[in-house]
C-alpha cells in the first residue's frame, strides 16, 4: 500500500470532528470497512509555511514510528492504518471503550498497576508517552488497557523524562482522586517495576522533581513520600 | 492616599506614585544603557541608580504634585533582579520609609508586570505571557498565586535576542534592529527548535544560529531564521497554554512586548483560537516605578508591609511564591 491518500479517496471518508486540541484535530471516520480516527496536525498560519510544514511531517513521523514500537513490544495502542505525510495525518484505529477517568475509583488499584505496568514497559525501550492522565487511557471491551495520544512522546532514555512521565501521572491522580493518590502510587510502583530494573533511579529522580520550586504548591497539598 | 514605588532591579531605575483609586500620577524612569557591544554590567547599573535616584523621585513627586509628607507607603521591588541594582533601590526604600515614617510595602517585579498589564488593558482573567530580559513565562491565576504554566528553561527570550544581535553587531535596542535584519531575511535555515512539554529553551538556538553566522550565511537570513524559530517555540507554548487553561484572551506584557513579528504571529494565534489579544501599553512595556506603585497600593490596601529591618533582596524570588491577596 502506498503512503498517501490520494489514491483510495474513495474509500477514506473523514466525516465528525471530534475533538480539537492545541497542535491537531481529531476526525472520526472511515478507512475501507473499519472505523478509523484520523489524526490531523494542522497548518499555523502565525509559522513560517516551511518550518510549519517541516514541523508538522517530523512530528507526524516520530508519533506514528512510536506507536509502531510500542505495538511491536506488545503494548496495547490504537492500531496504525495509514500515514498520509501530505496532509500531516495518521490514520488509526477507532478504539471502543471506557476512559480511564470516568471508572477509576472503582478499580483504583489495578487501574494504577496496569499503568505502571504499561510504563515500565514504554521506559524499557526508552520511550517516554509525556502526557500521562488518565484521560489517555481506555479500557478495552476484552478488558485490557490501551494507551492513546503520542502526540507529546519522545525517545528519550534520560531519567529526568521519565520521572517526569510519572509525576505526570501523581499530579493527575492527585487533582481529580487525591484520597486514593497514596495507594494508587504503591500499586502504579508494583506494576512499574516489572520491566524497569532501575526504578529506584527513576524514583529518587521524581523525589527531585517534586521538590523543585515550581511544584511547592503541589507538595504542601498531599505528601506522598 | 498616596504611594511611591520605586523599580531597580535591572537597567532601570524608574519612580511611580497612585492615589487610592490606582490612578498612576507619576511614572518617571531612568535607564542605564550599557557601552555599544556590552550587556548590562550589574555594579555599572547599579552605580547610574544611585546617581540618578534623587533626581528621578523628585520629578515624580513633582509631576504628581505631592510631597513626600503626603505620602502613606513607599513599595519597593525587593526581586527578581541583579543584586547590585536590587540593592541600591532597596537601600534608598527603606531610607525614605525610616526618614519620613512610612510603611514598607514588599513588591515582587515579577508580579508587578503582570498587574500593570491587567490594569492598563482591563482584562480580569486573562492567560498571560510576560516576555523580557530577565523572563519567559505564560501564567494564570489559580487559588491565590499566580501559576506558571510554562517558562524558559535557560535564558529569557529578551535576554536571547539581545545576545544574538549584539554578536552579530546590531546597535541599541537590539530587539527592533534584529527584527528589521529579519524582515529582510528571505531563507528559512535550518536551527534546533526546543519546546519541552510547556517550557521552552533558547541557548542552544543563540549557538547554532551564530555558527550559521560563521560559516558565511546572510545575516538577514540567519536573523529571520532565528527569530522565526525562537518566536514559533514561544506561540507554540501559548496555544498548549490556551487550549489546556481554556482562558478567553492572551495579555502580552513585558520589554519584550515591543516586538512587532511576535504580536503579528500572536494576533494570528488568537484568531485561530478564537480569544482576544491586548498588549500592554509601550510606556508600562520595559521596567518601570508606575508597575511598582500600583502592585504596591493593592498590597498596601491588602496589608502586606515589611519590617525595613527584614526587607532583604530577593535576587531569585519566584513569581509563584508570592501570595496575591488582592485577587
Known sequence: MEIGSSRYTLEIIKDKLIKKGAEAEIWQGRWFDLQAIFKVRVPKLWRHPILDSKIRSIRTIKEAKIMYYSLEENVRVPYLYDVDLENSTIIMEYVDGTILKEIFPKKHKEFSFEIGRILSKLHSINIVHGDVTLSNFIMLNDGKICTIDFGLSEFSNRVEDKGIDIHLFLRNIESSFSSLSKESFEYFMKGYSIFMKNHGEILNKLKEIRRRGRYIAERRRVKIF | MFLLGIESTAHTFGVGIVDEKLNILANVNSTYIPPKGKGIHPREAAIHHSENAAEVINEALKLANVRMKDLSAIAIALGPG????????????????????????????????????????????????????????????????????????????????????????????????????????????????????????????ITSALKLIKEGYRVEDVALSFIEYAYSMLCETIERAIAYTNKKSILLTGGTSRSIILKEKLEKLAQGQNVSFKVVPREYAGDNGGMIALTGMLAFMHKVTIDPIRSYVKPMWRLDQVDIPWR
Not at chain 2, 115 to 132: F, Q, S
Request: overall charge negative; some cysteine.
Open chain 2, 82 to 205: 541583579l543584586g547590585p541594582c536590587l540593592r541600591t533601590g532597596a537601600t534608598i526604600a527603606r531610607f525614605l520609609s525610616l526618614q519620613f515614617q512610612l510603611s514598607l510595602v514588599p513588591v515582587n517585579h515579577a508580579v508587578a508586570h503582570l498587574e500593570i498589564a491587567r490594569y492598563a488593558c482591563n482584562e480580569e482573567d486573562p492567560l498571560i505571557v510576560y516576555i523580557a530580559g530577565g523572563n519567559t513565562i505564560i501564567t494564570t491565576f489559580v487559588e491565590g498565586r499566580y501559576r506558571i504554566f510554562g517558562e524558559t528553561q535557560d535564558i529569557a527570550l529578551g535576554n536571547a535576542v539581545d545576545y544574538f544581535g549584539r554578536m552579530i553587531g546590531v546597535e541599541y535596542p537590539e530587539l527592533i534592529n534584529v527584527e528589521k535584519l529579519a524582515m529582510e531575511g528571505k531563507q528559512l535555515l535550518d536551527l534546533p527548535l526546543v519546546v519541552k512539554g510547556q517550557d521552552v529553551s533558547y541557548s542552544g538556538l
